[in-house]
């Protein structure tokens, strides 16, 4: 099984409406991530969260709010969609003592009409 | 602030050939790390290797290793005997560790010829 895996993998949603993204890890790891792909951007940080207590924001985290529901979950929302969030959507992990990497989930593809 | 370059768009490389990639950074902070993620067009981004900024000697895994010069801030990918399956898009990224969060470079394209 994946150690980071996200939900819904895509999603069509309508200018105006709410949306959830949701990211568990099983890594145990105290760190998670939301970045933002779009094509010749490269990712860019929305939020991180370095333990269920700490939230922060990213470089472009407007339009965009996050939960840390437990030290395994990180939800994203959206909550009134614009076809401008239309992206790819990566949530990551890294681990507190070895942040030499962090681990990547499969992606969220969002197109907002 | 911290600034990932690369300017690479796109690159062609014949099959069991080298190919580099190259990647510039610009940072303040004297403690940083880099990083090197491949993204196939399955869209999932795979680690591929990691230089801390401390390191003597330049970071090699498998057929990847990392061409390190601090002085000219770059960090350039070095791929030996390309393969079919390298194919994909290439990112650099940098964490300073005095904020713990990624940046990244805009990526290059990556086609193997066979």
């Known amino acids: 099984d994946a150690d980071v895996t996200q939900t819904p993998r895509n999603r069509i949603t309508k200018t105006g409406k709410r949306i959830m993204l949701e990211c568990s890890q099983t890594?145990?790891?105290?760190?998670m991530y939301w970045y933002r792909q779009d094509p010749g951007l490269g990712l860019r940080l929305i939020y991180y969260?370095?333990?269920?207590?700490?939230?922060n924001k990213g470089e472009i985290s407007d339009g965009y709010s996050v939960s840390r529901q437990a030290q395994a979950k990180f939800s994203l929302s959206l909550e009134s969609a614009i076809p401008n969030q239309t992206a790819l959507y990566f949530c990551?992990?890294?681990?507190?003592?070895?942040?030499?990497?962090?681990?990547f989930g499969p992606g969220t593809r969002l197109t907002v009409l | 602030a911290q600034k990932i370059t690369q300017t690479q768009p796109g690159m062609f490389v014949q099959e069991k050939e080298a190919v580099t990639l190259d990647c510039t950074y610009d940072?303040?902070?004297?403690?940083?790390?880099l990083f090197w993620y491949k993204q196939p067009s399955s869209g999932e981004m795979i680690f591929l290797i990691y230089?801390?900024?401390?390191?003597?000697q330049n970071a090699t895994e498998g057929r990847y290793s990392l061409n390190f010069q601090k002085a000219r801030k770059s960090a350039n990918l070095v791929i030996s005997a390309s393969q079919l399956g390298d194919s994909a898009m290439y990112f650099c990224?940098?964490?300073?560790?005095?904020?713990?969060?990624?940046?990244f470079g805009t990526g290059t394209r990556l086609t193997i010829i066979p």
């Open positions: 990551a992990t890294s681990d507190l003592f070895q942040t030499n990497e962090q681990f």
């Open positions: 890594k145990g790891h105290d760190r």
């Open positions: 969260s370095f333990d269920v207590k700490d939230i």
């Open positions: 940072t303040s902070d004297p403690s940083y790390g």
């Open positions: 230089q801390g900024s401390y390191d003597q």
């Open positions: 990224a940098m964490r300073d560790f005095g904020n713990e969060k990624l940046t």
